[in-house]
């Protein structure tokens, strides 16, 4: 594959700050006069979220591209003109890695000005949908959902997605398998539809057969982006690979109706998509770096993408939303993640149930039936309701339910969810539950109480952890 990266095309350019302001003036303007407006986005938009981009000085394609011309000139085979371009993005990498700007883990990285600033005009309803190459799932992190605001060309880590019934699972970890074919994106069964991998499937590809492009399971043995009945998948596009006809045509509608797209922190150079901005009436281009399409557009800021998004907010005069606390729709418990889920993705999933209680704390309650004239209870310690798919084993090491001294045993110590103690009896009482948490939450054992109620609703009351 020839490179995408060149040294011309790494050189950053800033506008003069009142230049800046006057464009940015105009881009409100331009939003205002839109009656939808969509955002077409890549790496630049997470660089401040902590995430590296590609192209960028210090980008992970401009780090192979210096790795392959310093092999080429420690071997004596490089060309005059491709040592002066290894000078160049040398130089390019020294004045970016001064900036000495965060990395951070993926999976832990939270959304830029620039994610929220979208979320924000797509929420008032000032603007629409994102079109985002990216697959680090922030925009998710971010309030947007799935869809209806949000188009992953390339895949969204958190993202399973049944190839059968299109549903999208979207879970609390990457679902990426470890190990596993390159080619490869076999996740699992759809517990929705029931849609499970053809017989056959090994994980191993048919020997001599080609994979990547539009291969499927019938050609090579292993289940590509655009396989049909074959179960879940990963929606990770790798090089070589075709993109999802969902995801496809979703970014072509949307582009296609769009008075207005704005390009954001991406250097086009993936021409088999760069042409969905200009489906839209007008295009705006905020980068650092040059792009193919510069001379095409209709405003062409040269900035970073936060500065410009908080100008364009100001000028528009609406106030950046918060950071939404996330709480993935079809979260998973720590020990239901499937096999080959790399050790990290494990963590991560873990530090976020570990989040979400934190902020939302838990639920101590009952539920009742009455049994042949005796009550049937259940006391439980479970998530808040707001953060309901949380998983407390990742949270709580043990729980210790104190009951009436009437019942055998009258202490019951759990290690494990569920976190709750099956009775009958006659009436009535107050339940102790001592709490034990795990070292990383860095709280002292908890003590609550509950008095057990028959009436209806079944009763619960939500105990703050950050209090």
């Known amino acids: 594959m020839a490179s995408t990266v060149d040294a011309s095309r790494v050189a950053e350019r800033v506008d003069e700050p009142d230049t800046v302001a006057e464009k940015v003036k105009l881009l409100a303007e331009m939003v205002g006069a839109s009656g939808y407006t969509v955002f077409f986005t890549g790496a630049g938009v997470s660089t401040s979220s902590g995430v590296g981009d590609y192209r960028g000085p210090s980008g992970a394609w401009t780090k192979r591209r210096i790795a392959d011309l310093e092999a080429a000139k420690r071997t004596k085979t490089i060309k005059p003109d491709d040592e002066e371009e290894l000078d160049k993005l040398l130089a390019e990498k020294a004045r970016e890695l001064k900036k000495a700007t965060k990395k951070v883990d993926m999976m832990e990285a939270e959304p830029s000005v620039s994610h929220m600033a979208q979320a924000t005009l797509i929420r008032l309803g000032l603007a629409h949908h994102v079109v985002t190459t990216n697959l680090d799932g922030i925009y998710r992190k971010a309030g947007l959902k799935g869809h209806e605001q949000l188009t992953c060309l ?28 390159v080619h490869d994106h076999h996740v699992g069964t759809c517990s929705r539809c029931g849609s499970a991998a053809p017989a056959g499937y090994t994980g191993v590809p048919t020997c001599g057969a080609k994979t990547g492009g539009s291969k499927k399971f019938q050609h090579n043995g292993l289940i590509g982006t655009r396989e049909k009945n074959a179960g879940t998948k990963d929606t990770h596009i790798n090089f070589g690979e075709r993109l999802d006809s969902i995801d496809w045509d979703e970014a072509q509608e949307n582009c296609s109706k769009a008075d207005l797209c704005i390009v954001a922190g991406t250097s086009m150079s993936l021409r088999h998509i760069t042409h ?7 295009t705006c281009i905020i980068n650092l770096q040059p792009t193919p399409d510069d001379d095409k557009t209709d405003l062409r800021i040269w900035a970073t993408c936060d500065d410009v998004f908080t100008a364009l907010l100001a000028c528009l005069g609406v106030p950046l939303d918060p950071i939404p606390e996330w709480h993935p729709r079809d979260s998973i418990s720590i020990a239901r993640l499937p096999p080959r889920t790399h050790p990290s993705y494990i963590d991560s999933a873990r530090r976020l149930s570990q989040r979400a209680v934190l902020l939302g704390g838990l639920a101590v309650g009952n539920t009742h039936e009455t049994v042949a004239e005796r009550h049937r209870w259940t006391c439980y310690v479970r998530p808040a309701p707001a953060v309901a798919t949380a998983d407390l084993d990742a949270v709580i090491t043990s729980a210790e339910f104190r009951l009436h001294d009437t019942f055998t045993p009258p202490r019951v110590t759990l290690t494990a969810t569920p976190f709750e103690v099956t009775r009958v009896g006659w009436g ?9 948490f795990r070292d990383e939450m860095n709280l002292p054992p908890l003590t609550l109480r509950h008095t057990l109620s028959f009436a209806m609703p079944d009763t619960v009351a939500v105990h703050p952890l950050n209090a």
């Open 428 to 436: 009535t009482f107050e339940v102790t539950v001592v709490l034990h």
């Open 276 to 282: 969905f901005p200009f489906l839209a009436k007008q």
């Open 154 to 181: 390339h895949g969204d880590v958190y993202i399973e997605r049944c190839t059968n019934c299109h549903y999208d699972f979207e879970r609390n970890y990457h679902t990426r398998r470890l190990g596993i074919h």
